[in-house]
């Protein structure tokens, strides 16, 4: 048996346990909020990015995770600018011309605004351009990919939670709450 640690990763935060940069701005890291040894993040979020992160004690689970020839399912609930149309989704479900080749199919559906906590900072507010949410799941993982493939359909992303990865959900986790599981 391993240790799974389920967590809910705060916006602004590095998906990492140390901020290797010197010269940027320092950033907040996982250090300041999980404190067990030998745990290691199962793949990446951004740090502009909020929700699900995976950490384990166990090698080979990190890497059944977090590699992409696994091609583990990573669902998002995404919040664009802009009313998203069927025919955006539609290209988001077929694949999304991106500069380092086209995206492999995704799940997208539209969704009402999902009941989530508020970001802090929030996204910014523009009173004439409405914004809209879906849930995307991907099964590769490119470097901010997700927002690359709504910008690529037209539909910049605002804000960015994961909320599942594979089997294990984000469930009622708050930011920087986090849940150990045994698997």
Do not use: C
């Amino acid at each position: 048996m391993s240790d799974l640690v389920l967590f809910n990763k705060p916006y602004n935060v590095l998906s990492q346990f140390s901020d290797t940069d010197p010269s940027a701005k320092a950033s907040q890291t996982l250090a300041s909020f999980i404190d067990l040894p030998n745990f290691y993040p199962a793949g990446r979020l951004d740090k502009d990015s909020e929700g699900l992160l995976l950490l384990t004690n166990n090698g080979q689970l990190q890497h059944r995770i977090a590699n992409p020839i696994m091609k583990m399912p990573k669902s998002y609930w995404v919040q664009v600018e802009g009313e998203i149309d069927q025919a955006a989704l539609d290209k988001l479900k077929s694949g999304v011309e991106l500069k380092d080749g086209i995206s492999k199919p995704a799940t997208a559906t539209k969704i009402n605004d999902p009941t989530i906590w508020p970001r802090v900072p929030p996204v910014r507010d523009r009173k004439n351009i409405p914004t809209s949410w879906l849930n995307l799941t991907i099964r590769e993982g490119r470097n901010r990919q997700v927002r690359r493939m709504t910008a690529a359909v037209g539909f910049p992303t605002l804000r960015l939670v994961r909320h599942q990865i594979g089997e294990w959900q984000l469930q009622d986790l708050l930011p920087g709450e986090y849940q150990i599981l045994k698997v």
